[in-house]
């Protein structure tokens, strides 16, 4: 069936283009909050005395049914997830020096906001301390809708909701073959994004057997994955055209969320919506988008979610390593990934969580596409010439990437050393 009306909503992928001067780099980090020697995750309560002790800092109470689930400072969020993880949404930012300082000032007011709570936080991917009865939910709507029905399209759907960490990079686009360009190289370098960012091998407090069980947890999610469009040519309508496939999570109208039916947005786009009879908007579409959680995701920018929650140092790293090659070294990049074939990038996604930089992906190991690729973000940040204060570009916040792939040995593995010598 065709599908009614859809130019609004192509229209609003087309409302996000930029041009060259407006590109920016938006990093969203989140961490697990524990307490005590037990690291039993924090209560409701006690992250109430930590949002209101970071009032001091300028940050101010986000509600919703007269519950606080958040802080916002200008363009920034401090935000809570279904297990109570925080997650600084960051500003969109012209450079990684900025990015960089965004985040040390956010940890450190962490950190000082924590002082006389027992609060300490922990960067690593997943959980290795609690299982999910023990967890203590967050109170917003929306999570207790997915508490449900997530389950239903995944069998890993909780444990990704209440015991993984993400940092995920948002990036601008400047036209539609733009956007395609960065929408497929980001997928294609999925298994090598794990492979690099890998920090959560521990559950149980145990070896889990995997470099980053995150990922692991995520493949096996309801509407996550690497969505198959990646693999073909790509524009805005195609995208629109697959993502109105996703059944409805929720539906919000008037402040009140309307549980799903199972039916698709495209249901609700031709009037077939069986519980509601009004038009969907932008806005509902906008709301639908941030419900599909795969790899790459588009808004009106593009998301890149495959990296595991790590320390301050990665979240310098790891926007600069993807801004050196979808800002300035895009085409090169992309003229060596159109070539390789789906089955092989799908083979390497799957097998990287557990095998790392060793994972085999068009006749090469992972830590030699590492190099090529670190080689061509060198090259991009270089050629950006984003300087700091002491005259120093971007390229200063690769050096732990290049120390990875050179000893392949990423954050995992590090981590599993430091068990194994215990």
Request: hydrophobic residues 30%; proline residues 4%; aromatic residues 12%.
């Amino acid at each position: 069936m065709e599908t009614k009306n859809k130019a609004q909503f192509i229209e609003y992928f087309v409302n996000g283009i930029k041009s060259n001067n407006q590109l920016k780099i938006g990093v969203e980090q989140e961490k697990f909050l524990f307490e005590g020697n037990e690291k039993k995750r924090i209560t409701y309560e006690k992250l109430k005395l930590l949002f209101e002790n970071l009032k001091k800092y300028s940050w101010k109470p986000l509600l919703e049914n007269n519950n606080i689930i958040g802080l916002k400072k200008g363009n920034k969020k401090i935000t809570t997830e279904p297990g109570l993880q925080c997650e600084l949404s960051g500003e969109p930012l012209e450079n990684i020096h900025q990015v960089c300082s965004e985040s040390s000032t956010y940890l450190k007011e962490i950190q000082q906001a924590s002082l006389g709570l027992d609060i300490n936080t922990s960067s690593i991917g997943f959980d290795p301390f609690n299982e999910i009865n023990e967890i203590p939910k967050s109170p917003k709507e929306r999570y207790k809708i997915m508490t449900e029905e997530m389950p239903k399209g995944g069998k890993k759907s909780l444990d990704m909701m209440y015991r993984t960490c993400g940092i995920q990079i948002n990036f601008d686009y400047i036209s539609e073959s733009n956007f395609e360009k960065i929408f497929r190289l980001g997928n294609y370098l999925t298994p090598l994004t794990i492979a690099l960012f890998a920090n959560s091998p521990f559950k149980k407090r145990k070896k889990s057997g995997f470099l980053s069980y995150r990922n692991k947890i995520w493949q096996n999610t309801s509407r996550a994955g690497i969505m198959p469009i990646t693999f073909e040519k790509v524009n805005f309508e195609k995208y629109f055209d697959h993502v109105i496939n996703y059944p409805i999570l929720f539906i919000i109208k008037n402040g009140k969320y309307i549980k799903p039916n199972g039916q698709s947005f495209k249901d609700y786009i031709n009037d077939d919506l069986k519980n509601l009879k009004d038009k969907p908007s932008v806005k509902d579409f906008e709301n639908h988008l941030a419900t599909i959680f795969t790899e790459v995701r588009l808004k009106q920018y593009i998301e890149i979610r495959s990296l595991d929650t790590c320390d301050y140092g990665c979240v310098c790293n790891g926007p600069a390593f993807f801004t050196g090659l979808l800002y300035s070294s895009l085409d090169e990049s992309f003229d060596i990934i159109k070539k390789w074939k789906k089955e092989e990038v799908m083979n390497a996604y799957f097998e990287a969580p557990l095998k790392g930089l060793n994972t085999e992906l068009e006749g090469k190991k992972l830590y030699e596409w590492g190099d090529i690729f670190f080689n061509l973000s060198y090259k991009g940040l270089v050629n950006r010439k984003k300087m700091n204060a002491n005259g120093k570009d971007e390229t200063i916040y690769l050096q732990h990437i290049r120390d990875i792939i050179k000893n392949r040995s990423n954050r995992a593995q590090l981590l599993i050393n430091k068990y194994e010598d215990c």
